[in-house]
């Protein structure tokens, strides 16, 4: 079989990785990218971004100041999006996401919230009139967005936002105020220094009434000055963890007046005399997080995948130690411990992104409802994407962690990109809600279904039927070769079934004790743990059923990840499954022997499973991961551009070392 990953010149143990393949690779990438023609627009997209030199970096951004990098990130958003007939602009979840890692990397730039946030709230919460205004100018680019929302004193809890809104209606305008320096808005992208228009989330007050918060459209800065508008005080957060290349920033608000018609009125509205009209859903005014953390699923498995490739390509090349005395050194990749660490996180990759492509189908069959008023589907949308935002980055971040761990010393270098790898997909656990908070929304949703069981209702959404199935009350388990899908679906089921209805009975007693929100707040431990398992069945049921339609020449390898998946978290949470006796200590003892079975079954295609995810160097960033394992001689190379390289002797010497060392020597 023909295999592109392998070119002359390359590393001869990753080379020899790439000959053991056992499968088709580009018939997996298509398989891994929604079909052959998404991977080729992968490929000439990524010809495309090759070919403009603009697009790159004149140096490694590891070694570039803050300035420099949100100056560098500033000028390639700019050339990126004067190029976007390069893709088609209609698919943001495939070629605007591949577009933009592959131009931008993780640092994030000056228009990121523009397209994540401020766009999509245009197009979900204006009427048609403010569409038709305000999108082409976003589009354009004659305006930059940003979606300035948490404040320093609250993010999770919006009812308490301070940041007001009073309307007036004599001269038919919002007046806007943060009447408290906690008002402060705190942490919106780009808002410090590169947008000038937010949609800004205040308090709206109408008739002497609050009706909690709702967006407006808010210009910032002057058009051609750039200089902020009168009343408006905002900049810089200053450095954080990760994405540095972007400018999220404060802002203060003092009675600046604002028209009308400047609050999107798609679903609630305010009347010139200032009526109230509520929206249809209450909480139709968070759609556009409802989006982000739908993405995210994406972006964050692609992270995980990422951490992965590098570390698994790494520890093919990287020889440590003997297994057989006098044999050699063998390839890290050979230690079972190293495959126990790595190969899971390749998995939880897998499982991540194919549950995106679920969560993107539903968000666009909701999306489409809403264009008719049916909001049905609502509180789906909203309990599975927090359910897997909060899963899939919390996993991702660990994921990425021992990816790290896993590459020694090299792995701590920010040559490895695993540094920035984290610090960015880190963030993904506290934006779009605080991942705990996200699980008790979750919870709600469980705990009504519940409740529906209890009261005798079969009618669950198909999400969580396995509550009210009455299920086995022990294991079909005989042996691993034995163990078929739907018993391991049917194992998982018995055992977030049973954390349900634990929680659901915590909260029923608990709640004869004390006022509901204490008695949820004395539960809140079971709730979370409720919602986690919740999502682990969903993304293991939905892992299963996506490799049971994959080409049959990929079936096997793809089985055996997917196996692995499960058995990882069925083996690390064994305590679960023994309760009531549902399954024995030797059905776990062979469950983990098929553990290690499935380590042993994908260690041979490891290097070819990463290769199908089809990054390139471009988008990787990291010389411990490149395509041609040839790593040593590229980290010299790395180390050679850092700036205190620039001359041989530091001035540092001649200040502080150089006397010191003098001194001493001349007291000796
Ligand atoms: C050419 C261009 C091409 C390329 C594109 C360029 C760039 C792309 C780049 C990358 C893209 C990739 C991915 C993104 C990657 C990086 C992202 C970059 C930046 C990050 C941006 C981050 C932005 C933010 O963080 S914005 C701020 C987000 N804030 C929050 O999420 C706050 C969290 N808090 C809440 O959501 C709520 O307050 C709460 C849910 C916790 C509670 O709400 P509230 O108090 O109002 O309600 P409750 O009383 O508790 O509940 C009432 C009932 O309402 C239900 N509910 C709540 N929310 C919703 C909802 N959203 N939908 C439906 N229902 C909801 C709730 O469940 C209750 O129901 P019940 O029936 O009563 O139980
Ligand atoms: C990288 C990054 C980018 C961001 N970008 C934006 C942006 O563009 N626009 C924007 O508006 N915001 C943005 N944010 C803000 C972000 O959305 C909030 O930080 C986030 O929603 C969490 O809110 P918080 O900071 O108030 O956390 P807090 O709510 O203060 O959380 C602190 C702790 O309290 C716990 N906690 C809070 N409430 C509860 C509860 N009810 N029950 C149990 N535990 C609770 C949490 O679990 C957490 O452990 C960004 C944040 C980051 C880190």
Avoid at 73 to 81: G, L, N, Q, Y
Avoid at 268 to 294: A, C, E, N, W
Avoid at 574 to 594: A, L, P, T, V
Wanted: proline share 4%.
């Amino acid at each position: 079989m023909s295999n592109r990953w392998i070119q002359p010149g390359d590393n001869v143990d990753i080379t020899n990785e790439r000959k053991k393949c056992t499968f088709d690779i580009e018939k997996m990438s298509a398989f891994i990218h929604g079909g052959e023609d998404k991977l080729q627009r992968r490929r000439e997209i990524l010809e495309y971004v090759k070919s403009n030199k603009s697009l790159g970096d004149p140096q490694p951004i590891e070694f570039m100041t803050r300035n420099e990098r949100v100056e560098n990130a500033s000028r390639k958003i700019v050339e990126m999006t004067n190029n976007t007939d390069q893709i088609d602009g209609s698919d943001f979840f495939g070629e605007g996401m591949y577009y933009q890692a592959l131009t931008m990397g993780r640092d994030l730039h000056a228009m990121s919230l523009h397209y994540v946030m401020f766009i999509p709230t245009l197009q979900g919460q204006t009427d048609d009139e403010q569409l038709d205004h305000w999108l082409s100018l976003a589009i354009a680019r004659a305006i930059v967005g940003t979606y300035a929302q948490t404040e320093l004193g609250h993010g999770t809890n919006l009812s308490k936002l301070e940041t007001t809104a009073h309307y007036d209606p004599k001269t038919e305008e919002f007046v806007l105020n943060s009447p408290t320096i906690t008002a402060a808005k705190w942490w919106p992208g780009a808002l410090g220094k590169s947008s000038n228009y937010a949609v800004v989330v205040a308090q709206l007050y109408t008739q002497g009434e609050c009706k909690g918060p709702h967006p407006f459209i808010v210009q910032l800065r002057e058009m051609d000055t750039h200089k902020p508008l009168k009343g408006i005080t905002l900049g810089d957060i200053g450095p954080k963890l990760g994405i540095n290349g972007s400018d999220n920033g404060f802002l203060l608000f003092d009675h600046v007046r604002i028209p009308r018609r400047h609050m999107l009125m798609r679903y609630s509205k305010v009347l010139p005399d200032g009526t109230y009209i509520k929206p249809q859903h209450s909480k139709l005014g968070y759609g556009t997080m409802v989006f982000v953390r739908s993405i995210m699923i994406k972006d964050q498995a692609s992270q995980l995948g990422a951490a992965s490739t590098i570390a698994i390509r790494y520890a093919s090349v990287r020889r440590q130690g003997e297994i057989i005395p006098n044999s050699g050194e063998v390839q890290i990749l050979d230690y079972q411990t190293q495959q126990y660490r790595l190969f899971p996180q390749l998995a939880r990759a897998f499982a991540f992104l194919f549950a995106a492509y679920e969560i993107r189908d539903l968000y666009m069959k909701v999306t489409e409802q809403l264009t008719h008023g049916n909001t049905e589907l609502l509180p789906e949308i909203h309990a599975l994407s927090s359910g897997l935002k909060s899963v899939v980055s919390w996993d991702t971040a660990q994921g990425i962690e021992q990816c790290r761990l896993a590459c020694g010393g090299h792995g701590y270098s920010q040559a490895s990109a695993f540094p920035e790898i984290y610090g960015y997909a880190v963030g993904g656990c506290t934006y779009e809600g605080e991942n705990i908070v996200m699980l008790q929304q979750v919870a709600r949703f469980l705990m009504k279904a519940a409740e529906e069981v209890k009261k005798g209702s079969a009618n669950l959404a198909e999400i969580c039927a396995y509550i009210g199935r009455k299920g086995e009350q022990h294991s079909r388990f005989t042996s691993v070769d034995s163990y078929r899908d739907e018993d391991i679906v049917s194992d998982l089921e018995y055992v977030a079934r049973q954390q349900v209805f634990r929680a659901y009975e915590k909260l029923r007693k608990a709640q004869q004790q004390a006022n509901s929100e204490t008695a949820w707040n004395s539960c809140s431990v079971e709730l979370c743990k409720t919602s986690r398992w919740h999502v682990r069945l969903y993304l293991v049921k939905n892992f299963l059923a996506k490799v049971s339609t994959a080409p049959s020449d990929l079936r096997a390898v793809l089985h055996d990840v997917a196996r692995l998946y499960a058995f990882d978290i069925i083996t690390s949470s064994s305590g679960n499954f023994y309760e009531n006796g549902y399954m024995r200590e030797d059905q776990m003892n062979e469950i983990r022997e098929g553990v290690y079975k499935c380590l042993h079954r994908i260690r041979p295609n490891a290097v070819s499973l990463v290769d199908s995810w089809d990054y390139d160097d471009r988008e990787l960033k990291s010389v411990l991961g490149r395509r041609d394992g040839n790593v040593y001689p590229a980290l010299l190379e790395w180390a050679k551009q850092s700036p205190l390289n620039k001359t041989e002797v530091l001035p540092t010497f001649d200040k502080y070392l150089g006397p010191m060392m003098r001194e001493a020597k001349s007291k000796l």
